[in-house]
Every structure is written in structure tokens, then in C-alpha cells.
């Protein structure tokens, strides 16, 4: 299963939280991009499941987090992010994870924290959970670590990630200044960010596709489940009745259709839709179609995945190994360059390479 990567390749890292099944935002907005890119052989990729992130909300019930992590696993090899081209791993399987955030927290000014634009958002829009944690505050450094572990060369990331990137700029400068290698070089390459063209994708309602607003097409949903959730969709509001004329710009289901559906079916929806020759209802049935046969080879994958529990751990075992070959190479230099370990061989932090993890 394991590929060996050519260093010389560009680095490539991204990764998402545990929040369960995916979505078609997800897919579009992400996935879709990432298997692209591990499909393009000047890029070595690395794509995990964001276990401890998760943990900076959910610490006081992270009993969903393992199972949700299953879903996301099983997700991304539906979508078909591939073992043998990207390395696939939980985040918490990879013991250095736990350890250079310890590390660039000594060095990241707590300012730098405290006026990330989503520190305060999030904090509003979860006001169920007490966020006052510090390892909520510290959650950037959490990224930042995951990023520079990999030293990865780009980031993967929708515009409105970009700012979290920037700061990891910043975090590895600050080190970079402070800490080098013995003949003067840098430890920590600056990462670049991979801005990821995502099409305007809406969910059932109308409004961006995202699980908090529970307006979502899961990749796994089966194909009654799609049908049922189309059916009452948002349509462009000047289609009172039948014999209104619509816009398809306006609509959502027409946003759907510039996705998922032919150039022969877009153009029968302009027309049919401009002059009010087809109701919203058959409207609804293409789009359906289009999507669930867009879906389709997804599914047969998950499928395929879902019955071979043990091929996935494996497929995480070997993820979780090759990580971290990888990040003990930037811990053991960025151990070395604060002062810590030591020189005469006797390094009691070194056997956290051998960890096996247990998934
Ligand atoms: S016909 Fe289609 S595109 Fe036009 S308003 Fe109805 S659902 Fe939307």
C-alpha cells in the first residue's frame, strides 16, 4: 500500500474536523479539489481528520468524535482520495501532533491569538458551549503545528480559511527568527496558500449548504433521501405559480443545476424555466437525477469500504506511520534548535516515533 514519495515533490496538507457524514458542500467546496491534486504528480499529499480540534469544542462530550471520524475516513475514500497516492491519518494517531503545538505556543504572543477574526465569532455563534478554554484560544497554533509538521509547501484552503494560513506564516517566522539549523538555515518553511475555486453551492434552503443550518445533501444519502430533500427546495421567490416565468440565476435549483447537470439540461432549464414551460416539480426531478447519478460511484465506494472495516484501519495504521516518519524529522530539528533532547544520544521523547496507533 505504501507509495514511496519523492521529496522533491511540492508538499501538499489539509484536513477536516470530525463532524460526521460529508455533504455535497464539503465535497465541492474541498474533497473534489483534494483528489485532483493527489491526481497531479508534483504533489506528495497529505490529507487528515481533525480529532483534536474537535476536542476544543467538544471537550465536555467527546463521545461522538470517534465514530464521526469513521464517517469522514470512510468519506474521503468514497470520494476517492486514494492510500496509495495520499497519505491518509488522524490527526491523534501521530504523537507529534500533541507536541510542536506545545512548542510554538511558547513563541506565539497570546494578541496574536485573541484577534483571529473566528475566535470571537465562534464564541457568539456557539454560545451553548463555554469556548473560554485555552485550548480553544490556542486552536490557530493547533493548525499551525499541523501544517508546519508536514513543512508543507501549500494549504488547500476557501477564501475564508486563508487568514488562519496567514497566521501560520507568522508563527513560523517568529520561530524561524528565534531558532535555526547549525549551518544558519531555516527550519520552518512558510507555507502558500492553494486557494480552492469552489462553485456557490446552496443547500436545501436556499442558504450556504452547512450542517449547523441542517440544510444538507450527505454524500451517503440514498437516493429516496435525495429525492425527498429536493422536493421542497427554495425556488427563485418571482415563481409564485406555474405560469410564472423564473430565473435560474435566482434560484437555488438552478445553483444546483450549473454543478451537477449536463449543458443539454442546463439549457432546457433556461428555457424551460424563463418562459414558465416546466414547473419548479419536473425542474426538481432533473436536478435530483443529476445528482444522484453524480453520486452513485461515490456510494458503491463507501459501500465497498464500509464492509471491509479492517482494510480501513490499515488504510489508517499505514496513514498514521508515514505521518509520522515525516513530522518526527521536523520535530527532532525543532527539538535540537530549543534546547531540548540531547546531544549525547540520550533522547527520552524519541520512542513517541514508534507509537502504534490504535484505530
Ligand atoms: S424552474 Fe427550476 S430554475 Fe426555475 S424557479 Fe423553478 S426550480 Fe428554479
Known amino acids: 500500500m505504501s507509495n514511496p514519495i519523492s521529496s522533491r515533490r511540492k508538499r501538499v496538507l489539509s484536513g477536516m474536523r470530525p ?3 460529508l455533504h455535497l458542500g ?4 474541498a474533497l473534489h479539489n483534494w483528489v485532483r491534486l493527489q491526481n497531479q504528480p508534483e504533489y506528495e499529499c497529505y490529507f487528515f481528520i481533525a480529532d483534536l480540534h474537535a476536542l476544543t ?21 468514497a470520494a476517492g482520495l486514494d492510500p496509495d497516492k495520499s497519505v491518509l491519518f488522524v490527526q491523534s494517531h501521530v504523537q507529534q501532533h500533541y507536541e510542536l503545538p506545545l ?11 485573541e484577534r483571529v477574526p473566528s475566535y470571537k465569532e465562534m464564541q457568539e455563534n456557539l454560545a451553548s458551549k463555554d469556548l ?18 508536514y513543512q508543507a509547501d501549500f494549504v488547500p484552503v476557501g477564501q475564508d480559511q486563508t487568514a488562519h494560513v496567514e497566521l501560520t506564516r507568522e508563527i513560523a517566522r517568529r520561530f524561524n527568527q528565534f531558532y535555526k539549523r547549525t549551518d544558519g538555515s531555516e527550519i520552518l518553511p512558510e507555507p502558500q496558500v492553494l486557494l480552492t475555486p469552489s462553485p456557490k453551492l446552496p443547500g436545501t434552503d436556499g442558504r450556504k449548504m452547512s450542517k449547523s443550518y441542517g440544510n444538507t445533501i450527505l454524500l451517503s444519502d440514498p437516493e429516496p433521501e435525495i429525492r425527498a430533500k ?5 425556488t427563485d421567490p418571482a415563481r409564485i405559480r406555474r405560469k410564472d416565468p423564473g430565473n435560474p440565476d435566482k434560484c437555488p435549483v438552478g445553483d444546483l443545476h450549473k454543478i451537477f447537470s449536463t449543458q443539454e439540461t442546463i439549457a ?27 453520486l452513485a460511484p461515490i456510494q458503491e465506494r463507501r459501500v465497498k469500504f464500509e464492509q471491509n472495516p479492517a482494510l480501513v ?47
Open 19 to 21: 463532524t460526521g457524514k
Open 26 to 29: 464539503n465535497y465541492m467546496g
Open 57 to 77: 469544542t467538544d471537550y465536555a462530550d467527546p463521545s461522538q468524535i470517534p465514530a464521526n471520524t469513521r464517517e469522514v475516513i470512510l468519506d474521503y475514500l
Open 103 to 113: 512548542l510554538l505556543g511558547m513563541i506565539t504572543p497570546l494578541g496574536w491569538l
Open 132 to 149: 473560554t478554554n485555552y485550548g480553544f484560544l490556542g486552536y490557530p497554533v493547533l493548525m499551525a503545528s499541523d501544517i508546519l509538521l
Open 230 to 234: 429536493i422536493k421542497p427546495m427554495v
Open 268 to 294: 432546457k432549464v433556461y428555457e424551460g424555466c424563463t418562459t414558465a414551460g416546466i414547473g419548479c416539480i419536473e425542474c426538481k426531478t432533473w436536478v435530483a437525477d443529476a445528482i444522484v447519478s453524480a
Open 313 to 359: 484501519t490499515e488504510i489508517l495504521a499505514d496513514g498514521a506511520r508515514r505521518a509520522t516518519t515525516r513530522a518526527e524529522q521536523t520535530m527532532q530539528e525543532a527539538r535540537s534548535a530549543m534546547g531540548l533532547g540531547s546531544k549525547s544520544g540520550f533522547n527520552p521523547v524519541a520512542n513517541l516515533s514508534q507509537a502504534v496507533p490504535n484505530v
